[in-house]
């Protein structure tokens, strides 16, 4: 039964939902003709063509809440009842006009339908489908026949299809997803017949019969979709199976939008091979990069956790990598690794995981796992997995310092004795040897110093003084009432400090007293869970900017 469920589940699409609704139209048509075999004139009292287009319909619509409503689905199923609706009051419809009033039912009844990706790729696939195909004759093959068999002309429709739907998709799937998939045609050519003609048919029919005889088709059904995914698994583990690309900014994805429509133009239409130069922006984009002379800071929206990237147009560091959530989940899959491979970045010059709390070193696997990454500096003892996984693994100690162009970095905290100084209280208190780190640029610098407390603030403060000075801080301990001591302001005496913080998190940092001591001292503060993620230009000055602002919806009550 549950492979029976699972056939279903796969096999919801526009086709097979049209494909049910023929059978059962077909169905009732026959029937319809014949009186149900009584010798009442049904067709007098209603004509068999509307008793058809009112059953395929009814077919159609339990097939769809069957399958759960989707927007592809609720697509093909206003086509449909369009169709049907147009039979019954004796109207021809034209496709397009069936294609536009789909689409405005869905918006009506679901105007956020929008937001979904299901939704651009189902009307676009059909507007492709129709834009390539209606209106159009079939190019002539001359092979000293007559004419064409029937089978070729299927497979030539079905290959042309093929191509214009990959074609017409892939600017729109680039923007989506930032990647395509090179082995889909291929996939789709074995998966559609397969899933389409043989086992939602097996499925089906063996939902109508008693068993055995309906366990002899699941089992069949089964096996089928057995073999193809373990087809489609070999052929998605292949090093080419997927091209992976920056997010495109929106003018180049629209200019390859625009040849696409050219591309796909009947043929006559003039220098249709042009229209690939319109896809050059697209595919030679290679993300954003901040500018010659500029650092870009950019705190990660990770929930309740620390994830900082600072980066040059040559070298990345990722400060801490987030929490951890569950096996599979965590902020490295979820936030970070997504974030660097839509900015087109594909390695980190340096990893820093302050300690070993699950909120700052639980997404670093992940992160490790996706990019390849150069250093990693933590304060994690030897055996922990992410120092084994590392190829190169240094303890963080007061005294590094490296340099990357106009990047001054700095290690300020903990001392190699604090280690063994502080084994005893590390058990219950990891954090108190964050591995505290400054990156300068020119005159303005930022302070990351983990999980640190007050002792620990004040061991800063009487070594370094006014060294610590910083125009941006972030702020220890996500702001809890153990940090951000005055002392500790008075020292680094920031003008933003950023708050690394969970929307309604348990700990409810920043605790109102940290945040008031900031404001007391005119730092202007941003928060994640106000914000989204905060973005800050190192320049000749510091210009800040939110996710939320650069892309504003209503929802965010602003």
């Not at 279903?8 to 139209?25: E, K, R």
């Not at 050519?189 to 002899?216: C, D, M, Q």
């Not at 922006?281 to 929206?301: K, Y």
């Amino acid at each position: 039964m549950i492979s029976c469920i699972h056939s279903l589940y796969v096999a919801i699409s526009g086709l097979h939902i049209t494909m049910i609704a023929g059978m059962f139209a077909a169905a009732m048509a026959a029937l319809w003709r014949r009186s149900f075999f009584t010798k009442a004139a049904l067709p007098l009292l209603l004509p068999t063509q509307k008793a058809a287009a009112l059953s395929g319909a009814l077919a159609a619509l339990a097939y769809v809440l069957l399958a759960g409503f989707g927007i592809p689905a609720q697509r093909t199923l206003y086509m449909l009842l369009v169709v049907a609706l147009a039979l019954w009051s004796g109207r021809i419809a034209s496709v397009s006009h069936v294609l536009c009033i789909a689409l405005l039912v869905v918006l009506l009844v679901d105007p956020w339908a929008v937001l979904w990706p299901g939704f651009w790729l189902s009307f676009c696939a059909v507007g492709v489908i129709l834009y390539t195909s209606v209106g159009r004759r079939p190019a002539a093959r001359d092979d000293g026949n007559t004419r064409i068999s029937t089978w070729w002309q299927g497979l030539r429709a079905a290959g042309a299809t093929q191509y214009a739907v990959t074609i017409g998709l892939l600017s729109l799937t680039v923007l989506l997803f930032g990647r395509v998939s090179l082995i889909a045609p291929l996939a789709n050519a074995v998966a559609i017949p397969l899933v389409g003609l043989v086992v939602t048919p097996l499925t089906l029919i063996a939902s109508a019969l008693p068993a055995p005889l309906s366990t002899w088709l699941w089992r069949a059904a089964h096996l089928l979709l057995e073999q193809l995914a373990l087809l489609l698994g070999w052929l998605s583990a292949l090093p080419f199976a997927v091209w992976q690309t920056p997010a495109p900014p929106a003018w180049t994805s629209a200019l390859a939008l625009l040849s696409t429509v050219w591309l796909l133009a009947p043929r006559g239409w003039p220098l249709r091979w042009l229209a690939l130069a319109g896809w050059l922006p697209l595919l030679l984009d290679n993300g954003s990069r901040p500018p010659a002379g500029e650092m870009w800071v950019t705190a990660l929206d990770v929930g309740q956790g620390m994830a900082v990237l600072v980066e040059t147009a040559d070298q990345r560091l990722l400060y801490d990598s987030g929490p951890y959530h569950s096996p599979g989940s965590d902020a490295g899959n979820r936030v970070i690794v997504p974030y660097l491979k839509a900015r087109g970045i594909t390695a980190l010059d340096a990893l820093v995981i302050s300690h070993v709390h699950n909120d700052h070193a639980g997404g670093a696997l992940s992160v490790m796992d996706a990019v390849k990454v150069g250093t990693v500096y933590s304060s994690l003892p030897p055996q922990h997995p992410i120092v084994q996984t590392a190829t190169d693994h240094q303890t963080c100690h007061a005294g590094q310092a490296w340099q990357w162009g106009e990047m001054k970095f700095e290690m300020l905290y903990p001392d190699i004795a604090q280690y063994q100084a502080s084994a005893a209280q590390q058990k219950s208190k990891p954090h108190i040897v964050s591995c505290t780190l400054k990156v300068s640029h020119g005159p303005h610098a930022i302070l990351l110093p983990g999980d640190i407390e007050a002792a620990q603030e004040q061991q800063l403060v009487a070594r370094y003084g006014e060294d610590l000075k910083s125009t941006v801080l972030l702020a220890p301990h996500h702001g809890s009432g153990t940090s951000s001591t005055a002392a500790f302001l008075a020292q680094v005496d920031p003008q933003i400090v950023l708050f690394q913080v969970g929307y309604r998190n348990r700990f409810h940092h920043p605790k109102q007293q940290v945040a008031a001591r900031y404001q007391e001292r005119g730092v202007e503060g941003f928060r994640n869970d106000e914000g989204g993620a905060i973005l800050l230009k190192f320049g000749d000055g510091v210009a800040v900017d939110t996710y939320r602002n650069q892309h504003r919806r209503y929802w965010y009550g602003r």
